[in-house]
């Protein structure tokens, strides 16, 4: 079975690394979701949160310095595990 972001690395090859990589997740309004989301990042990443106009999701923007390919799919690959979290 392929991994699903398999294109997504293919094209992340193209790019020279290190280099920052911003992430977009779209997270129900739950403090607890927000979190596990948010976690996923290191102090020095630029996070930007929006609520959505009826405050039921929050848009999350990351902005990282990556090292490699491999950490970006590896952080998709945890995001996948925090229920009702969309990857954009």
Same mark, same amino acid.
């Given at each position: 079975m392929s991994n699903p972001f398999d294109k997504l690395k293919i094209q992340l090859e193209l790019q020279e690394w290190p280099n920052v990589y911003l992430f977009k997740f779209i997270v129900p309004n739950d403090n607890e979701k927000i979190a596990l989301a948010t976690a996923l990042f290191d102090d020095s990443a630029e996070l930007n949160l929006r609520t959505s106009s009826k405050g039921t999701y929050v848009s999350i923007s990351a902005k990282e310095m990556m090292m490699n390919v491999d950490s970006i799919i590896e952080k998709y690959n945890? *995001? *996948? #595990?925090? #229920?009702?979290?969309?990857a954009l």
């Open positions: 945890r *995001s *996948s #595990e925090i #229920e009702g979290l969309v």
